[in-house]
């Protein structure tokens, strides 16, 4: 088989699941859930390769210099398994507990060090006017959530400017989402409909839906 047809196969294979995959906007169908456990299924594979490929990569350096000790990183990865297994499923909580106490542990110093210390240094350092705005947003959003005492006099104002940044900031977020997404799903459109030989599945892909109705509309009568 030639580059160009394996090039044909890919394409019209992307097409069809991600027709499959539209075809949810009628109702949950068969094609779709054939797409949906073909992709959950390749996303893992995917995952789990580039872990392997990513663990040989920072190991075998460690095993050439005789540092052994670092086998005990295999061993751990191994107790996975005991998952499968009701006998050993004891086995599997050891490396749970240790990456879950280590990602926390790693999460927590580096989410003190940017989230808190450095958004702190940001709003105590005014530079420009940009820097004086997050100052006062900072300070007003933690105003609204002060619940300590009841808001009264200046107290009421600043609440309702944290309010307004609040909002600002929440409906920036979500229109990063939105549009993070929308982009998304133009690129599978512009793929379906510019990118040969996808286009051709279009026209199958609507004559089936079709008849999946009539189908419906005939079960219904």
């Known amino acids: 088989m030639s580059m160009v047809e394996v090039e044909i196969l890919v ?25 949906e456990h073909a992709y959950i299924g390749s996303a893992v594979g995917y995952g789990a390769l580039i872990t392997a490929e990513g663990a040989k990569r920072v190991l075998m350096p460690k095993l ?24 050993w499923f004891f086995l ?18 580096r989410g003190v060090k940017t989230n808190l210390i450095g958004h702190a240094l940001n709003t105590i350092m005014i530079k420009d006017w940009q820097t004086a705005l997050l100052a006062v947003g900072v300070i007003c959003g933690l105003f609204y959530f002060y619940s300590t005492a009841e ?33 998304l799903v ?3 459109i512009r793929f379906l409909l510019f990118e040969y030989p996808a286009y051709y599945l279009i026209p199958v892909a609507f004559i089936l839906v079709a008849a999946g109705i009539v189908w419906d509309y005939m079960k219904k009568k």
Do not use: C, D
């Open 186 to 188: 133009i690129g599978r």
């Open 64 to 87: 050439e210099k005789g540092e052994y000790i670092w086998l005990l990183t295999v061993l751990v990865g191994l107790l996975y398994l005991g998952f499968f297994a009701r006998k």
């Open 11 to 35: 394409t019209l294979s992307a097409a069809a699941i991600t027709l499959a995959l539209f075809s949810y906007l009628w109702r949950e169908n068969l094609a779709f859930r054939i797409a």
């Open 92 to 109: 599997y909580r050891y490396p749970i507990s240790i990456v879950m106490a280590s990602g926390m542990g790693v999460y927590i110093a």
């Open 151 to 183: 808001h009264k006099g200046p107290m009421v104002y600043m609440s309702k400017v944290g309010r307004w940044f609040l909002m600002a900031a929440f409906g920036a977020q979500m229109g990063l989402h939105v549009m993070a997404r929308t982009s």
